[in-house]
């Protein structure tokens, strides 16, 4: 996490603030440093013995830290117990054990080290989010779930990992992925709320949401790749410095494209490729409609690169699509609340069928992608492969990126098609 200080703006600062709220230190998440953040960060540094000078340096960012994750890290001691560090640290024993499988809750051994779960979600959803948050949010759900398993699947262009996420040990593997498209960034704590609920059914049982994820669990494998396009991510929301080089890079680009709205319109990676017009599946159709619409070089959107699969980003998914031979994937995007099903002449067995259902559980239209940006897509390349049912899903309505008072609602619509595409060819 870089330093921040009274002046800095955007996802790292809105961070640092939502980390001081968890950790008893309220201050309004507005991505703004000013004087009552800097205020704030000197009350925090006070407590935690640190030089109060209100600059959010590595220390502070350290002592911030089990509360950006939810998880406290303790050296069991001599009468420790899990009924006693659940008081202790506002957690619950049954929490504790699941987090640490191997200990003994009767015959803690003094020295041992136990991750204890706070007493709030891992995956915010009233914050923006970065590529910072997400390596945050995954440490917390791998030390809340063991069983999940994480995974780097390959590298954005500036070297950030493209997390994997994977649930389950079933027969059939399903494929969710989000945030392609850099300015919809808001389908990312969609997949990880959705993942945090599934996880928390497999860990303590019952009925959530009205389904049996231990069942699920059993029977199918899910993979999660929630941000295939971090450093675009960046970009939007001001996880990247504004005077670093790779910021400055994409103003030089956007600066090229004066009708499209900086940052906010910024789709591409870092390199102005838009990754979802990237994939070999018509990807000479979609260079012939895009230059002709005058993104014949780097841009904020709709420029398919050099060639198929030239962004690393899109290189990764296919491969790892590859390796793991989906039966159905969901590709996650903004907005228009729109299930589009079908690429070109491809109809892959139940796909349509199975789109009825999805849009009758979310109230989403079942449509066909329109000709100008129905090719080089990741949805598009899946099908044309594979023959398989694939879904690009365009959540909410209105401009990208949309507004996080949009969520609980896209979340709610949504919860179905996530289901569905573990079961809904099985049913």
């Known amino acids: 996490m870089r330093s921040l200080r009274e002046g800095d703006w955007g996802a790292t600062v809105e961070l640092l603030q939502w980390g001081l709220g968890r950790a008893g230190v309220p201050v309004a998440a507005d991505g703004i440093f000013g004087p009552q953040t800097a205020a704030a960060v000197e009350r925090w540094q006070g407590q935690s013995g640190l030089e109060p000078d209100g600059v959010a340096g590595p220390r502070t960012w350290a002592s911030l830290y089990p509360y950006l994750v939810g998880i406290r890290v303790h050296s069991v001691q001599p009468g420790d117990t899990f009924r006693l560090l659940a008081a ?34 891992a995956v915010p959803t009233d914050i923006r989010w970065s590529s910072d948050l997400l390596e945050l949010v995954v440490e917390g759900l791998r030390g809340r779930y063991p069983f999940l398993a994480v995974a780097s699947i390959g590298n954005s262009v500036l070297g950030r990992p493209l997390y994997q996420l994977t649930i389950g040990r079933g027969a059939v593997r399903v494929g969710y992925n989000a945030a392609h498209h850099a300015n919809e960034w808001i389908t990312t704590p969609v997949l990880l709320r959705f993942l945090e609920q599934y996880s928390y059914g497999v860990a303590f049982g019952g009925d959530v949401g009205g389904a049996d994820f231990r069942s699920l669990y059993a029977h199918y494998t899910l993979d999660i790749v929630p941000m295939v396009n971090p450093d675009g991510v960046d970009v939007v929301t001001g996880g990247l410095a504004e005077a670093s080089p790779p910021y400055q890079q994409a103003v030089a680009i956007a600066a090229g494209f004066p009708r499209i709205p900086f940052p906010d319109g910024w789709k591409a990676n870092i390199d102005g490729t838009d990754i979802n017009l990237s994939y070999p599946a018509g990807w000479e159709i979609a260079r012939r409609l895009k230059y002709a619409q005058g993104f014949d070089r780097p841009a904020p959107r709709d420029f398919v690169g050099p060639a198929p699969l030239s962004a690393p980003e899109a290189a990764a998914m296919a491969a790892r699509t590859t390796q793991a031979g989906y039966r159905l994937i969901l590709a996650y995007h903004t ?5 589009y099903w079908k690429y070109d002449s491809y109809d892959p067995a139940g796909a349509y069928a199975l789109a009825r259902r999805m849009g ?68």
Request: charge should be negative; include cysteine.
């Open 88 to 121: 202790r640290y506002g957690s619950t024993a049954q929490a504790i054990a699941v987090a640490n499988p191997l200990a003994l809750p009767e015959r803690l051994v003094p020295g041992e080290t136990l991750r204890v779960p706070l007493d709030f979600p």
């Open 335 to 339: 907005q228009g609340r729109i299930i």
């Open 360 to 427: 009758a559980v979310s109230g989403y239209s079942v449509e066909t992608t329109p000709d100008y940006s129905g090719h080089a897509g990741y949805k598009d390349w899946f099908i044309q492969t594979y023959n398989r049912p694939g879904y690009t899903i365009e959540c909410g309505k209105g401009v990208s990126p949309l507004p996080l008072e949009q969520f609980d609602e896209i979340y709610r619509d949504n919860f179905g098609i996530l289901l569905l595409g573990m079961v809904g060819l099985e049913a």
